[in-house]
């Protein structure tokens, strides 16, 4: 079973659009490369146990 939460999020049709872009051009899914952006953004801030830093 996975630990990964689930939840609703609402955009901006113009900031869904540059994630997709975005998304596609890194060959991510938009989940994928939301994902990533929001982990690359908590862990620069140092907000990230360091046991997480690797998890996927």
């Not at 596609?24 to 620069?44: G, P, T």
Request: proline share 0%; no cysteine.
């Amino acid at each position: 079973m996975s630990d990964k939460k689930k939840f609703l999020l609402r955009l901006d049709a113009a900031l869904y659009d540059a994630l997709e872009k975005w998304a596609a051009d890194e060959m991510r899914s938009i989940n994928a490369q939301m994902e990533y952006v929001l982990k690359e953004a908590v862990r620069k801030a140092g907000r990230l146990d360091r046991g997480q830093e690797n998890r996927k």
